[in-house]
Each structure stands twice: as C-alpha cells, then as structure tokens.
C-alpha cells in the first residue's frame, strides 16, 4: 500500500494537501508497524518499560527483572527499561543483590496504566496491584500458566527449566550479549535459589549449564556461595518462596 491509496476521509480526516498525505501515511505506517509516534533518538520522550516480579519475589524474581531490564536496555533503544519489585525481599535475595553491588530493586506500589514485562509469573494473583489496567508488553516465566489476560497479544517465553534466569541466560546468547560480573552473578543466584543448588525434581541440564557458565564469570564457587545464600534465607526464617 502506498500513499496513493490513502482515503480522503476516515481515521486521518480529510486530506487536501501532499504535507497531509505525507502525514497521514506516516501515522499509518507507525500504526500497523508498532513504531513511536516520536523516535526517542529524535528528541522525543522515551517509552517506560516497567520490569517486574510477582507479589511475592524470590531471589529467581528478582534478580530476572534486574537482568532483564540490562539485556533490553542494550538491545532495544526504542524504551527505556527498570526493573521494580511488587513485594518485600527474603534475606536471602537481600544477600544476592548486596554481593553484587547493592543493586538496587525500587517498590513499585502499582503498575496501573504502565507498559510492564512479566517475569517469573504469569498469574494475576501473583501480579502486581493494577495488572488488569497495565499494557502488559511480555511474559517471560518458567511456572505452569496462570490464565493471565492481557489486552492485547504479547511476547510469551516459557520453557519447562527450573528458573527463570535460565531463560534470561539463554537469550542472552540469543541476542550476542555478554553478562558482565553482576549479571552474571544475579542469574547465578537467581538459577541457584530456584533450584536449591540443582536438588529441586525441576532442574534441568540447561539450568546447570547455565549456572556453571554464570558462576565463571562472575568469579564464584558454586557450593561456598550456596551455601552462604541459603545461610541468609534461613537466618531470616521467613516462609518466602524460592522458584
């Protein structure tokens, strides 16, 4: 289709001159391809991308959403990506986060009329307050589905591993990127609390794979750092979900 088969009226109005043509062109193509109204590289606002975690973040949780929001930074300049948390953090996750940089997951009370990436969950009773009313952009989770409705189709990733920084590990190669040391060392920790040092029934061999790669790069012995982790969870000795 091209600028000449553009009606004269319907949803661009009346058009009389090439400028409106040109315009009215523009709007449609943006439309049916999904771009921008204003290119952010142009001047224009960026797009807000909110990265979050269910209700009741595990160390798997969190740590996908700080990655994940890294990963898309990198390699989609059309938004910019943060990652929050919708619920308290368990010692243990405190532990990981404060190994690797105080890294920093902001409470996020709602994500009404936001544009949200899912990760770790796909259920709206694990979801943040305001789902029903957040333009959800993606999912990315390893749990069984949840019958989460969106509005509009979505970015679907699930894959039968026992964490979901396994998934984020894997695009990661996907997309030709290489975690630095605290990227690594989060989806190590995030791979290693789901699965409880491999001894969960859901571990997988890319689950292993993927935390042995991690942890050498990020320069760490696997059982010591572990250990100390789940050390964290238990001292805390709240009943916090780990996958």
Do not use: Q
């Not at 109204?37 to 700080?66: F, L, W, Y």
């Not at 105080?102 to 994500?111: D, E, F, H």
């Not at 709206?124 to 409705?149: F, S, W």
């Amino acid at each position: 289709m091209g600028k000449d088969d553009l009606k004269t009226n319907g949803t661009y109005g009346d058009i009389h001159t090439k400028e409106e043509s040109d315009a009215a062109y523009d709007a449609l193509f943006r439309e049916l391809h999904g771009v921008p109204d204003e290119d952010p590289r142009d001047g224009g606002e960026m797009k807000k991308v909110v990265v979050i975690g269910s209700t009741h973040p595990s160390t798997d949780s969190a740590c996908s959403a700080i990655v994940y929001a890294r990963l898309k930074d990198r390699v989609d300049s059309s938004a910019s990506y943060k990652a929050y948390r919708a619920g308290p953090l368990n010692a243990e996750t405190y532990y990981a986060l404060h190994a690797f940089g105080n890294c920093a997951l902001p409470y996020l009370r709602s994500i009404r009329n936001k544009n949200v990436i899912l990760v770790d969950h796909n259920a709206k009773a694990e979801a943040a307050k305001g789902v029903e009313d957040a333009t959800i952009l993606e999912i990315i989770d390893h749990h069984a589905l949840g019958g989460l409705e969106t509005k509009t189709p979505v970015y679907f990733r699930s894959e039968p591993v026992g964490a979901t920084s396994t998934i984020i590990f894997e695009m990661h190669k996907e997309w030709e990127v290489t975690p630095d040391r605290t990227d690594a060392g989060l989806l190590c920790s995030g791979i290693l609390s789901a699965t409880y040092m491999f001894r969960s029934p859901a571990t997988t061999r890319a689950d292993k794979f993927a935390a042995v790669e991690l942890a050498n790069r990020a320069g760490l012995d696997l059982e010591a750092y572990a250990e100390a982790m789940f050390r964290a969870y238990e001292i805390d000795g709240e009943d916090e979900a780990r996958d």
